[in-house]
T-cell receptor, first 113, second 110 residues
Framework: NAGVTQTPKFQVLKTGQSMTLQCAQD?????MYWYRQDPGMGLRLIYY???????DKGEVPNGYNVSRLNKREFSLRLESAAPSQTSVYFC????????????FGDGTRLSIL | TQLLEQSPQFLSIQEGENLTVYCNSS?????LQWYRQEPGEGPVLLVT?????EVKKLKRLTFQFGDARKDSSLHITAAQPGDTGLYLC??????????FGKGNQVVVIP
């Protein structure tokens, strides 16, 4: 069982570069989430998609965009990376929208130089 | 201001000992979740508590939701090295948004 798959696992970018973090789930879940995890800050919600075709801002959306490509896939894009976006990014999913992610991916470790 | 405060931030104990960690808030939550996260991995959902005063057990782990639904505790009996990890609590607010605490780092020494 793959669950939630994130790619890439590691990435180093230069300031100003763009990139897209990919996330796919194979559990037929309706809701998907993107979080970032920073030392001393805990997990913070960037964007979420309560159901296919909808996306909404979370706590820290600035500098990011998302696309719910289909029910399985939810991507996160950094248009112009900044050092403050250095973090570990987690994608998560849940069967329905109650704000509670049930399954997390193993994360993408992103460093912005 | 952190919505959910977890204490202690770090706890190191010997195998076989018992431990309790806490998750506190001044806000009321409709439900509260506990996750465990190991290095290099994503959090894994352990339990969801919904009713004030609710107690749930998962093998040697006992989770309790406060009567006023503002706080929770996690008690581990006879801790094992496999219990080592970062324990995260998260509460669902009125807007169905989940707020995470910073975590309790537990290390169980063999």
């Amino acid at each position: 069982n793959a669950g939630v798959t994130q790619t890439p696992k590691f990435q180093v970018l230069k300031t100003g570069q763009s990139m897209t973090l990919q996330c796919a789930q194979d559990m037929n879940h309706n809701s998907m989430y993107w979080y970032r995890q920073d030392p001393g800050m805990g997990l913070r919600l960037i964007y979420y998609s309560a159901s296919e075709g909808t996306t909404d801002k979370g706590e820290v959306p600035n500098g990011y965009n998302v696309s719910r490509l289909n029910k399985r896939e939810f991507s996160l894009r950094l248009e112009s990376a900044a050092p403050s976006q250095t973090s570990v990014y987690f994608c998560a999913s849940s069967p329905g929208w109650l704000g509670q992610p049930q399954h997390f991916g193993d994360g993408t470790r992103l460093s912005i130089l | 201001t952190q919505l959910l405060e977890q204490s202690p931030q770090f706890l190191s104990i010997q195998e076989g000992e018992n431990l309790t960690v806490y998750c506190n808030s001044s806000s009321v939550f409709s439900s509260l979740q506990w996750y465990r996260q190991e290095p290099g991995e994503g959090p894994v959902l352990l339990v969801t508590v919904v009713t004030g005063g609710e107690v749930k057990k998962l093998k040697r782990l006992t989770f309790q939701f406060g009567d006023a639904r503002k706080d929770s505790s996690l008690h581990i009996t006879a801790a094992q090295p496999g219990d080592t990890g970062l324990y995260l609590c998260a509460g669902v607010q009125g807007n169905n948004r989940l707020a995470f605490g910073k975590g309790n780092q537990v290390v169980v020494i063999p």
